[in-house]
T-cell receptor, first 117, second 109 residues
C-alpha cells in the first residue's frame, strides 16, 4: 500500500516554543492531506484539511493562528504548533488522500507524539 | 447532522469469529472505510466499500448495505494480535471522512 511518513515521531518541548511536524507521501502524490489530533482513549479529531497550493480549511474550534499548516508540494505538508502549551500535548496524525488503484483512500502517517512541559 | 454509530467495546475468544457493526447517517456517501488502530499507534487501512455486498480479504471481510446505512467488519480465526480498536468512517459528499468513535475489541485466550 501507499506510504506516508511523519517526522519527528516524538517531540518534548518547553511551554511557549513552536514545534513543526512534517508529513510526506513517499510513493504517491497527495492533492489533499489531513491533520488529526487524538487524545488518550478518544477518537481521532480532524483539525484541518490541506490542499496543495491553497490555504488549509480548519475545523470549528481549531485556531488557525496556533496550528499553522503549509502544503507546499504534492508530497509534503507541515503542521506548526505555535507557542505550545501543556494542553497541546497529544498524538498528531496526518493522512494523505489518493485516488490510486481507482479508489479514493486515505493513508495515515505513523503519528507524532507531542509532550509540552 | 452526520452520525456514525458503532459499539464501544466487544470481547471475543481467540480462534472465534466476531462481527463489528457500523450504522451511519451522512450527507452523501462516497464510500465506507474500516481502519484498525492498536493502542498508541496511527490507524491502518483495512477495507473500503462503495458498492453493496461483501468484500473479503483474508481473515477480514467487510459488508455494506447503502439502503440501510449499515456496514459490518467480520474477523475470522481471531488472533491475540487482533486486539485493537476498529474505526468505521464514511466519506461524505464533500469527500470528507466522518469518523465513528471506534470499537475496542478485546481478545481472550
Amino acid at each position: 500500500g501507499a506510504v506516508v511518513s511523519q517526522h519527528p515521531s516524538w517531540v518534548i518541548c518547553k511551554s511557549g516554543t513552536s514545534v513543526k511536524i512534517e508529513c510526506r507521501s513517499l510513493d504517491f502524490q497527495a492533492t489533499t492531506m489531513f491533520w488529526y489530533r487524538q487524545f488518550p482513549k478518544q477518537s481521532l479529531m480532524l483539525m484541518a484539511t490541506s490542499n496543495e497550493g491553497s490555504k488549509a480549511t480548519y475545523e470549528q474550534g481549531v485556531e488557525k493562528d496556533k496550528f499553522l499548516i503549509n502544503h507546499a508540494s504534492l508530497t509534503l505538508s507541515t503542521l506548526t504548533v505555535t507557542s505550545a502549551h501543556p494542553e497541546d500535548s497529544s498524538f498528531y496524525i496526518c493522512s494523505a488522500r489518493t485516488g490510486r488503484d481507482g479508489k479514493e483512500t486515505q493513508y495515515f502517517g505513523p503519528g507524532t507524539r507531542l509532550l509540552v512541559l | 447532522g452526520q452520525n456514525i454509530d458503532q459499539p464501544t467495546e466487544m470481547t471475543a475468544t481467540e480462534g472465534a469469529i466476531v462481527q463489528i457493526n457500523c450504522t451511519y447517517q451522512t450527507s452523501g456517501f462516497n464510500g465506507l472505510f474500516w481502519y484498525q488502530q492498536h493502542a498508541g499507534e496511527a490507524p491502518t487501512f483495512l477495507s473500503y466499500n462503495v458498492l453493496d455486498g461483501l468484500e473479503e480479504k483474508g481473515r477480514f471481510s467487510s459488508f455494506l448495505s447503502r439502503s440501510k446505512g449499515y456496514s459490518y467488519l467480520l474477523l475470522k480465526e481471531l488472533q491475540m494480535k487482533d486486539s485493537a480498536s476498529y474505526l468505521c468512517a464514511v466519506m461524505d459528499s464533500n469527500y470528507q471522512l466522518i469518523w465513528g468513535a471506534g470499537t475496542k475489541l478485546i481478545i481472550k485466550p
